[in-house]
């Protein structure tokens, strides 16, 4: 089977997933985001050819850039191709309020949050949110950007500052949580594995930011609340992200549609990768 692995640069996971392929007697092509281009006379683009497509992540590009990329897997998805994951999919992760939005529309326990596009608006947010909050970028993954604000006046500096960038305000209740979170790896219908993340003196559990993972088994609440999640943003192959918060409550804080697992793979001890390919391959058997 042909294989489709699209990102940007060829990254650990693209070489981790053609490794995997090759193994289990799938032939990859690694194609970069920002090379594609299109013909609409002879109705062929460069993703016609390959059975299954797998996307690792999405170059950073203008507005106009993004959308034609988008373009691209939409009409694979429509060619009866396979996408991993559904373009529809990666438009809602990618967008920290729509996915949050969806969550709660699933009946599932997510951080209260407002979502603003001007200060004044975002001040009283703050402010009904009980005044200790984390401000994320609408658009941003592994903790990046993230800040937690507990003061009126840090509050209006920041703010100040995004509605001059024109940026819409994301604006969290933040969660005491035990100094970790979980993430869970979900495949289709199962959780295929998970981790806690530790923190390192900080509030945030990103990997990324430097919290230590280990291995972790899920209770059965948690991993139904994982398969809900993943379910609810239309996503067979997410990460989700897990918080334990006060009195036992377990909140969904993020689903990640382009989840990695170079830190999950050697603390769960599997092949991640392989199962990936793996579903791709049978859900293409099967349809």
């Known amino acids: 089977m042909r294989i489709a692995l699209l990102g940007g640069r060829n990254g650990w996971h693209l070489r981790d997933l053609a490794r995997a392929a090759s193994r289990l007697g799938h032939e990859t092509t690694t194609l970069d985001f920002r090379k594609l281009s299109a013909q ?14 797998i996307v690792r992540t999405m170059p950073p590009g203008s507005l106009e850039q993004v959308v034609f990329r988008m373009d691209l897997l939409h009409r694979a998805h429509a060619r009866g191709q396979l996408v991993l994951n559904p373009p529809a999919a990666l438009e809602t992760c990618v967008d920290k309020y729509l996915a949050s939005a969806r969550l709660e529309a699933a009946g599932l326990p997510v951080p209260a949050t407002r979502v603003c596009q001007d200060a004044d608006t975002a001040l009283e947010a703050f402010a009904a949110l009980g005044g200790d909050v984390v401000v994320k970028p609408l658009f941003g993954s592994e903790g990046r950007g993230l800040l937690r604000i507990t003061d009126p006046e840090s509050a209006w500096r920041a703010f100040r500052t995004l509605e001059r960038l024109q940026a819409v305000i994301y604006v969290q209740e933040f969660v005491h949580h035990p100094g970790w979170d979980l993430r869970a790896f979900v495949v289709g219908e199962r959780v295929l594995a998970a981790m806690r993340r530790r923190a390192k003196n900080d509030w945030r559990t990103n990997v990324a930011q430097g919290a230590r993972a280990e291995a972790a088994s899920l209770a059965p609440t948690e991993e139904r609340l994982a398969l809900r999640a993943a379910a609810a943003v239309g996503a067979p192959v997410a990460g989700i992200d897990l918080l334990p918060g006060p009195g036992g409550k377990c909140y969904v804080l993020e689903v990640n549609a382009v989840p990695g697992w170079r830190s999950l793979a050697p603390v769960a001890r599997l092949d991640v990768a392989a199962a990936v390919v793996d579903f791709l391959a049978d859900r293409i058997a099967t349809t």
């Open 40 to 53: 609409v006379d002879a109705g062929a683009d460069p993703l016609a050819a390959f059975r299954g497509i």
